[in-house]
């Protein structure tokens, strides 16, 4: 079975940047479209951003646009986000997931069948 795992999360200053990975392992996923998701204590999971598998379409919620870049490297099995500018409204668990699709919209938790454990970003003020 496919399974995603992350890493690259940590504690950063506001400005700061991180980069994220999402490795996958087991079935193929380079058929799939894949997304970055994060969920802040308290709050909701919300979508970050998504690539396809098709013809590497990226997407990311307005919020992300200009500091955050999603990538895929599919002979690593890897995607990531490069996340820059850092705030402390950014700190949230970081998951990828697989939509089980070749294209990515909507961005949305309930049309990813996929996920990671997660990794935890801090951002300090």
């Known amino acids: 079975q496919l399974r995603l795992e992350e890493s690259g999360g940590g504690l950063v200053h506001l400005g700061g940047s991180l980069r994220l990975s999402c490795v996958s392992s087991g079935a193929p996923a380079d058929h799939l479209a894949i997304g970055w998701f994060r969920q802040a204590p308290g709050k909701e999971r919300e979508g970050v951003s998504c690539?396809?598998?098709?013809?590497?379409?990226?997407s990311y919620k307005d919020s992300m646009k200009g500091r955050f870049i999603i990538s895929r490297d599919n002979d690593k099995r890897t995607v990531y986000l490069e996340m820059n500018n850092l705030t402390p409204e950014d700190t949230a668990v970081y998951y990828c997931?697989?939509?089980?699709?070749?294209?990515?919209?909507?961005?949305?938790?309930?049309?990813?069948?996929?996920w990671g454990q997660g990794t935890q970003v801090t951002v300090s003020s």
């Open positions: 690539i396809s598998a098709d013809d590497g379409k990226t």
């Open positions: 997931a697989a939509r089980g699709l070749r294209q990515c919209s909507p961005i949305e938790v309930r049309y990813f069948t996929r």
